[in-house]
C-alpha cells in the first residue's frame, strides 16, 4: 500500500525521515505553491563510511559511519555501493553527523559483501529523502514502502537540513 505524505518543504534541499519504514521506493511528490505546481525532485540521504583503521569483511555487523547529513530514524535500510542492502537496529547517535550502526547484513534478498563499504564510500538513507527541487509549499508525496515492510501510519517527521 503506497504511503501519502503532506509535508511543509521550507527551502530547496529540505529533508525527511520517514518514520514506521525501513526503505521507500519511487517517491513521487509535486509541490503546490499560489503560483504555480511543480513536480519535487528527490535523492535519498547519504551517509560515508569511516574504517580508515581496518577494512570491513562481509560479516561485520558494526559500522562505523561519519558525514551523515540529517537525523535518522531507526531502523532503517541503508543501500552500500556493492548494492548490498543492509538493515540497521541500532543507530549510537541518531541526530549527530557521526555514529557506530548495528546491521543486519544481505536483507532483502540482497548480498552481504565488503565491496562499497571502504573508508569515505558513500551509503544512501532509504527512510530518508533530500527534497531537491527550488519550489518551496505544500508538498504532496506519494512512495511504495519497500518489499516486507509492515503497513505504517502516516506518521512522519519534517526536518531541515
Known amino acids: 500500500?503506497?504511503?501519502n505524505?503532506?509535508?511543509t518543504k521550507v527551502t530547496q534541499n529540505d529533508w525527511i525521515a520517514?518514520?514506521?519504514v525501513r526503505g521507500v521506493w519511487f517517491p513521487v511528490g509535486v509541490v503546490a505553491t499560489t503560483a504555480a505546481n511543480?513536480?519535487?525532485?528527490?535523492?535519498?540521504g547519504t551517509l560515508a563510511i569511516n574504517n580508515a583503521g581496518t577494512a570491513y569483511s562481509a560479516t561485520d555487523t558494526s559500522i562505523v559511519v561519519g558525514t551523515v547529513k540529517?537525523?535518522?530514524k531507526v531502523p532503517y535500510y541503508v543501500l552500500t555501493g556493492g548494492?548490498?542492502?543492509m538493515e540497521v537496529t541500532a543507530d549510537s547517535a541518531p541526530t549527530t553527523t557521526a555514529a557506530t550502526l548495528t546491521v543486519r547484513r544481505g536483507v532483502l534478498g540482497t548480498t552481504a559483501s565488503a565491496t562499497g563499504?571502504?573508508?569515505?564510500?558513500?551509503?544512501?538513507i532509504l527512510n530518508q529523502l533530500i527534497l531537491t527541487s527550488s519550489a518551496v509549499g505544500t508538498l504532496l508525496i506519494r512512495a511504495s514502502p519497500m518489499?516486507?515492510?509492515p503497513t505504517p501510519s502516516d506518521t512522519f517527521s519534517t526536518l531541515s537540513g
Request: with cysteine; charged share 10%; proline share 3%.
Open 83 to 85: 548494492g548490498e542492502i
Open 18 to 20: 520517514i518514520a514506521g
Open 70 to 72: 540529517a537525523t535518522r
Open 5 to 7: 505524505l503532506m509535508v
Open 1 to 3: 500500500m503506497p504511503l
Open 147 to 149: 518489499v516486507g515492510e
Open 38 to 44: 511543480t513536480a519535487e525532485t528527490f535523492t535519498y
Open 117 to 124: 563499504l571502504a573508508n569515505t564510500n558513500v551509503c544512501h
